[in-house]
């Protein structure tokens, strides 16, 4: 998402558009600010669709209080103002009610951020506020209590939750974490007890979210891999909007030859991702001026090891992450499809990917094309980048039946 050269209402319209889009809001509900450089507040309409929503309805709100726009600015002005005044380094202000994340406000709560260690570090520490009224300045008042803290997360109780950041991306990027975490930690105790990871985990994603390699210019790009860097990019923005992924989560990958395969970036928002943003990593060195993901040595040792598979995808879907986070089995026999699909489904300890990448890569050595990394996400091997996906598709699928069975028949 390129916010730099665009208006700030039209900021608020694309992510506002997005959180519908997603179920993360109502027409009625939620509301987004933006304070630019001037100091003005750029906020959504009250009682304006939120599923129609357009630059021009956006309502800018004056340092000396005069409203500019065609409609009245959002009732919760007055917490969106309060934060501003009180947090001088927040430039954006995101409110919505999401229905993961409402049932955790409803039950005074805050979803564990450490089931999936990568997604902890995203959201930061998650703090709560208080029931007050919508509107108030009292609502105001307990949201700055936890984020005069320096926490961009708060759930608000019997509300919803407001996220805040230095850009209205990184607002967006928390809000949306916090609310897979919720939907995770929901589907787990459907099956079982979860179980988080500890500092050890969230060291190990800090101190290996760049991997180290050296560079290369590329002097051509054929039409091969002009035809993978589109499908790639084509099957990764089909993720997002399947919620497969989130903006900041999921690694595609795909052969290109005996020593060379293009691989997703690190840091790019995956539902705008484009095909010039795939980093090609050609005899262990990375494309110039790229940043390739994390898990790249892995990537690199599977293709290495395995000359049948010619596509990889790391992802961490809610449904099939409930499995990777309690010591429940995922049973791939459960269907003929899956079993079909699938085969066996292996389990392989938190981090290995990362710390032992040629052990992680033997899991795959048996004609198991499917692996649940604890605590982390499910791989998924094939000859092709539709098979890769297929798989991903299937064991998110199965692993939603199987959630729904087990409310049926303890069994399961």
Known sequence: MYFESMHPADRIVKV?????????????????????????????????????????????????????????PSSELPFHSYIYEQRPDVKAVLHAHPPALVAFSIAGRVPDTTLVPNMGIVCGEVGIAG????????????????MGKGIN????????????????????VVFETLEFCARLEINANRIGTPAGQSQYGMELFKHNRYAEMGEFYPENCDGEEMRARHEMCKLVRRAYNQKLLTSTQGTFSC?????????????????????????????????????????????????????????????????????????????????????IVLGNVGRLPFGLELTHPERAAQAFEKG?????????????????????????????????????AASLDESY
């Open 255 to 339: 052969r290109l030859g005996s020593n060379s395969f293009l691989i997703t970036p690190c840091g790019k928002d995956r539902k705008d991702i484009e095909p010039e943003d795939m980093v090609r990593i050609e005899n262990g060195l990375k494309e110039k001026g790229k940043i390739p993901d994390s898990a790249v040595e892995f990537h690199r040792i599977m293709y290495e090891k395995h000359p049948h598979i010619n596509s990889i995808i790391m992802a961490s879907p809610p449904n099939i992450m409930a499995f990777a986070v309690t010591k429940k089995a995922f049973d791939s026999k459960a269907t003929p499809e899956s079993h």
């Open 131 to 146: 029931f007050a009224p919508s509107g108030s300045r009292e609502l105001g008042e307990k949201i700055v209590q936890v």
């Open 368 to 404: 198991n094309p499917v692996a649940i990394i604890e605590n982390d996400c499910i791989i998924a091997a094939a000859d092709s980048l539709t098979g890769a996906y297929d798989r991903l598709e299937v064991a998110e699928f199965t692993a939603k039946a199987l959630i729904a």
């Open 16 to 72: 506002m558009e997005r959180i519908y889009g997603c179920g993360m809001t109502t027409t009625s509900g939620g509301n987004i600010s933006i304070k630019d450089d001037s100091g003005d507040v750029w906020i959504t309409p009250a009682g304006v669709d939120k599923g129609s929503l357009a630059g021009r309805d956006i309502v800018c709100v004056r340092k000396d209080g005069t409203v500019v726009g065609n409609h009245r």
């Open 153 to 172: 997360a708060v759930i608000l109780e019997n509300h919803g939750i407001v996220a805040a950041g230095e850009d209205l991306f990184k607002a967006f």
